[in-house]
């Protein structure tokens, strides 16, 4: 079983920067590849971006390349999601995933945090 808490959302106004941090239960180097999820309002949720366990292979989402970026710190069984340049249509709950199999299944979930972004 693997605990995901997800935290560092708020309301910031477009062009801020803001960093998610999302804090594991067990030693992350243990899970295969962890990813960032969100939802938009009335939208489904969409894929934002993955690291694998040896940090050497990041996937992003199209919307995001160039101004997100994921990292993880073993250190603090702590996966980040540094976000630059933030756009309205960024606005979501962002939700942490563990993909424990290495499979692309996402089998544990954070609650998700709100991230708001104001003109």
């Known amino acids: 079983q693997v605990q995901l808490v997800e935290s560092g959302g708020r309301s910031v106004q477009a062009g801020d920067s803001l960093r998610l941090s999302c804090a594991a239960s067990v030693r992350t180097f243990t899970i295969p590849r962890m990813g960032w999820f969100r939802q938009a309002p009335g939208k489904e949720r969409e894929f934002v971006a993955s690291?694998?366990?040896?940090?050497?292979?990041?996937d992003y989402a199209d919307s995001v390349k160039g101004r997100f970026t994921i990292s993880r710190e073993y250190a603090k069984n702590t996966v980040y999601l540094q976000m630059n340049s933030l756009k309205l249509e960024d606005t979501a709950v962002y939700y942490c995933?563990?993909?424990?199999?290495?499979?692309?299944?996402?089998?544990?979930w954070g609650q998700g945090t709100q991230v708001t972004v104001s003109s």
């Open positions: 690291i694998s366990w040896s940090g050497t292979s990041r």
């Open positions: 995933a563990a993909d424990s199999g290495g499979n692309g299944d996402y089998k544990y």
